[in-house]
């Protein structure tokens, strides 16, 4: 006999069966931290290459490029093998060992003595990215009703954007504030990574605490690695899904771009203006958080109206946006200039869009058997992305035009744009289903 799970509310959202207020109240202050844990890699390590290993400037570009195309590299290998173990183990576990490596990094990071000491601390950071990012994409798939998809990844988005803030802004700052008082630049780097450190092992005992332990299929039920192993590849038969590993491949480089080049842009734009190394790191940080500040203030308003629309219809919306935020820069000749901000605030809408875009159409097409091989194949396009886009960004940052990154990647939108305009066309999505019918608990 079937047993009836009653479905909850927390607030505006709609849980699934089985998921309780705790285990999404839990998820939503994990999902705070969990991004700007990730991306503040790039502040650390522009401050790493500027002050403790003093590495010029006009190098930083190839070699930030050729840092994330070595992450990169061991997540496209770890990817499908970390959905495995989050479909047969777990999420929350996987989860919590993910930001358990993330803090080893940061720990370790100001330790360096060369850039050769950056690639193999980055190999801890790339298992802490691709266990952070496999499981938590599982967790949004999981957590919500279907009629509310939209709208937890539009929260998700707001809060991890939020933490991208938080982490990046407040403690990107940090290291000014430390040598202001009298912290030599060295002592200054350790101590803010040894802050970012403890934060993401906190975090870790909260998954560890406060997520829903196992999977959504029983055991019995569950299908083998070899199964899972193939899943994610076999599963792009579906055109909505293969379009949903493209927007994958878009959104991870339209992020990684951001987060490595806005801070490295802004920061050589301030060296060359003659601050000092912790005043253009701090300016370049600046422009990054504008760029994050503008996509949380957008999550909330397109979240709801993906809820409304067709989730391919929606992704060409998106893709739409992110084309303009990032071709726009073509007319941008100084990110330091007065009017810049309204470049990067549309540079932000788009790229939160893309994002949304892309998780609320895998979020319906994922079937639940196979939910973290398929996110898993999900993240390895999102990898490749990372891998083309931030390798070749590098050098054209370096060698044609700071803006050379950003403009790759408008056009990629346009090209996936299209390609949504068609998947519409010839492969409509299926009616949503209405799961209004399991809700039997009140508002939590």
Same mark, same amino acid.
């Given at each position: ?20 207020? $705790? ?11 969990? !991004? ?17 290993? =003093?590495?010029? /400037? ?7 490029? %050729? ?6 590299? !061991? ?16 999420? $929350? ?16 990071? +100001? ?19 691709? /266990? ?53 630049? %060295? ?23 406060? #997520? ?7 055991? =019995? ?13 076999? *599963?792009? $038969?579906?055109?909505?899904?293969? &379009? ?42 600046? !422009? ?19 809820? @409304? ?49 892309? *998780?609320? &159409?895998?979020?319906?097409?994922? +079937? =639940? @058997? ?13 990898? !490749?992305?990372? #891998?083309?886009? /931030? ?11 700071? @803006? ?21 066309? =010839?492969? +409509?999505? +299926? ?14």
């Amino acid at each position: 006999m079937t047993v009836e799970h009653p479905a909850y509310r927390i607030g505006p959202i709609h849980l699934a069966p089985g998921i309780l207020p $705790r285990h999404g109240w839990s998820f939503l202050g994990a999902a705070f931290f969990s !991004i700007g844990l990730v991306t503040f890699i790039a502040i650390g390590q522009t401050y790493v290459l500027t002050e403790h290993l =003093k590495v010029p /400037t006009a190098q930083q570009g190839s070699i930030s490029g %050729d840092l994330v195309f070595w992450t990169e590299l !061991i997540t496209l290998a770890l990817f499908i093998p970390a959905g495995i173990l989050i479909d047969r183990i777990g999420r $929350r576990s996987i989860y919590a060992i993910g930001l358990v490596l993330l803090g080893l990094t940061y720990a370790l990071y +100001p330790l360096a003595e060369s850039v050769g000491d950056l690639y193999l601390y980055r190999i801890l950071y790339a298992c802490g990215v691709v /266990t952070v990012a496999g499981a938590l994409s599982t967790v949004l798939v999981d957590y919500p009703a279907e009629r509310s998809r939209g709208k937890l990844v539009a929260i998700v988005g707001v809060l991890g954007g939020l933490g991208i803030v938080v982490t990046n802004q407040g403690l990107g700052a940090l290291p000014q504030a430390l040598t202001k008082a009298g912290f030599s630049g %060295d002592e200054a780097g350790l101590y803010t990574h040894l802050v970012i450190a403890g934060i993401a092992l906190g975090v870790a005992l909260l998954v560890a605490l406060g #997520l829903k332990g196992g999977t959504p299929v029983h055991k =019995k039920d569950r299908p083998g690695i070899r199964a899972l192993f193939i899943s994610g590849f076999a *599963q792009a $038969r579906n055109p909505r899904i293969l &379009l949903s590993y493209a927007s994958a491949f878009i959104a991870r480089g339209d992020q990684s771009v951001n987060a490595t080049f806005l801070v490295l842009w802004g920061s050589t734009a301030g060296i060359a203006a003659g601050m000092g190394s912790a005043e253009a790191i701090k300016t370049g940080t600046l !422009i990054f958080v504008t760029a994050q500040i503008a996509a949380l203030l957008w999550a909330p308003v397109l979240g709801p109206l993906i809820d @409304r629309m067709d989730r391919v219809s929606a992704l060409a919306l998106c893709m739409a946006l992110a084309a303009i935020g990032n071709l726009a820069l073509l007319f941008l000749d100084d990110p330091l200039g007065g009017n810049a901000t309204y470049f990067f605030i549309l540079l932000g809408i788009g790229q939160i869009s893309v994002y949304l875009g892309g *998780q609320s &159409l895998i979020g319906q097409e994922a +079937p =639940k @058997r196979e939910r973290g091989s398929v996110i898993g194949a999900f993240n390895v396009s999102g990898a !490749i992305g990372i #891998l083309l886009i /931030t390798s070749s960004g590098g050098r054209l940052f370096d060698h044609v035009d700071p @803006r050379a990154p950003f403009i790759v990647v408008g056009v990629l939108n346009v090209l996936l744009f299209l390609a949504s305009v068609y998947v519409r066309l =010839k492969a +409509p999505s +299926p009616p949503i289903a209405d799961d209004r019918e399991h809700e039997h608990a009140g508002v939590h």
